[in-house]
């Protein structure tokens, strides 16, 4: 079952398994870490799909709220 919702922070490898099993590696840093956690951090709204606790999806952006 997958289970959505929003998180304050997940982890650079996290993140980056998510860019390399997707198409979003080609145009990511992948191999730029400091960058990789820089995105995280600036992100103020991240939504996340989580399959048994494993990141799986995730859907970051910038809100005003």
Same mark, same amino acid.
Request: aromatic letters at 0%; charged letters at 10%.
């Given at each position: 079952m997958i289970n959505y919702q929003i998180e304050e922070t997940i982890t650079v490898e996290e993140f980056r398994e998510v860019l390399i099993n997707s198409t979003l590696a080609e145009r990511r840093? $992948? +191999? +730029? &870490?400091?960058? &990789?956690?820089?995105? $995280?951090?600036?992100? +103020? &709204?991240m939504v996340t799909a989580r399959d048994n606790g494993k990141l799986v999806g995730i859907a970051r952006s910038w809100t005003d709220f």
């Open positions: 840093p $992948i +191999n +730029n &870490l400091e960058t &990789l956690s820089k995105m $995280i951090a600036h992100g +103020n &709204l």
